[in-house]
């Protein structure tokens, strides 16, 4: 009996290690800096305040060694009311090549923005996690901006 339970427990060990093995995620805390160029299709509502439909494509950076680049492209949908202020809902996709990317789904106003990672492929298939934009510098429909990003990969 004292044989088929040590085996029995071997069997419970190594399939516990299986397991563990099987659902490591690893968490990992970027920083990172962007610029586009957006392009803008807007409607005056009689409130005085303007919708706007954005799409924009940049150039990002993350604090990896050495830093790895990344092209972006977003799209979302905004208003801006009559005292200035605005909010906008967008969608982004970050590619590091053809088969390395993960998309975004963010809210942003002019106090900041922040989003969570829903997804991607490659290297960030399976990928949950946050993004902050820390900054903002807007010229007419060009920008830049920085960001902090919790990314979790299985």
Request: net charge positive; with cysteine.
């Amino acid at each position: 009996m004292r044989i088929k339970l040590g085996t029995f427990s071997i069997m419970i060990l190594g399939t516990m290690f299986l397991l563990g093995t099987a659902f490591a995620q690893t968490k990992t805390t970027y920083t990172g800096s962007g610029t586009y160029q957006a392009n803008t299709l807007t409607l005056d509502l009689g409130n005085g305040a303007t919708v706007f439909r954005a799409e924009n494509e940049g150039v990002v950076s993350i604090s990896t060694s050495p830093p790895t680049i990344l092209f972006s492209k977003c799209m979302g949908l905004g208003i801006t009311n009559p005292n200035s202020s605005f909010e906008t809902d967008f969608y982004c996709t970050f590619e590091e090549d053809n088969l390395n990317s993960f998309a975004i789904k963010g809210h942003s106003t002019e106090e900041g923005g922040d989003g969570k990672i829903i997804g991607g492929s490659g290297k960030w298939k399976g990928a949950t996690g946050t993004i902050t934009l820390t900054g903002r510098q807007v010229i007419g429909n060009r920008g830049k901006y920085t960001f902090k990003m919790s990314v979790t990969t299985p």
